[in-house]
């Protein structure tokens, strides 16, 4: 019977479920290659350490995440729906809204290098056409948005806060509101 081969493709796969079930924290080459039924070689022969295989699972967790917000996006309400959906996202994929966002990312030293990162630059143009205010506006409600969605999301991640969906949908369309307004 001819050997299987182990894809880079699959370790990363595997290892973003490990990450999803239990947290990054039990992700390791031995513990990739037992649940795959190898040895901690293949995963070196594509990974040359373990900080390697964290930065392709970290690619892997953004991709998902982006799946996950954007599935839930209402065009009619985009950055309400997004706020929504980054609440949800740490309520229900916990682990990987840990290994996001609740620890120092490279390159992040600004509220503007956030909106880089995260903000939708096409969502920012549309609602600034649908609001009639400019682009720096709905910029800076968009960071706002983001800084309070993420402290929601952080109560929830981290067992703080037992916060229902609805709660806390009716909290960020108040905070979403009240951000246009200033």
């Known amino acids: 019977m001819p050997k299987r081969t182990v894809d880079k493709n699959e370790i990363i796969k595997t290892a973003l479920e490990m990450t ?49 917000i954007y599935s839930r996006v209402d065009k009619a309400g985009v950055l309400e729906s997004m706020a929504r959906a980054n609440v949800a996202f740490a309520k229900y994929e916990t682990n990987l809204f840990k290994l996001l966002f609740l620890q ?34 709905v910029k800076d409600v968009y960071i706002m948005l983001i800084i309070f969605t993420h402290g929601v999301a952080t109560m929830i991640a981290t067992g703080g806060a037992d916060i229902s969906d609805e709660e806390s949908s009716a909290m960020l369309e108040k905070a979403y509101k009240a951000f246009i307004k200033q």
């Not at 990162?117 to 506006?137: F, H, I, P, R, V």
């Open 104 to 137: 120092k990312l490279n390159g992040l030293n600004s509220f503007d290098d956030i909106y880089e990162w995260m903000g939708d630059k096409q969502a920012t143009k549309q609602l600034s056409e649908k609001l009639s205010l400019s682009e720096e506006k």
């Open 20 to 68: 999803r079930e239990n947290g990054f924290e039990s992700v390791n080459a031995r513990s990739v290659g037992k649940r795959m039924g190898y040895s901690v070689q293949p995963i070196y022969s594509y990974f040359r350490n373990m900080e390697a295989l964290k930065q392709a699972v970290l690619g892997a967790a953004m991709q998902f995440y982006n799946e996950f």
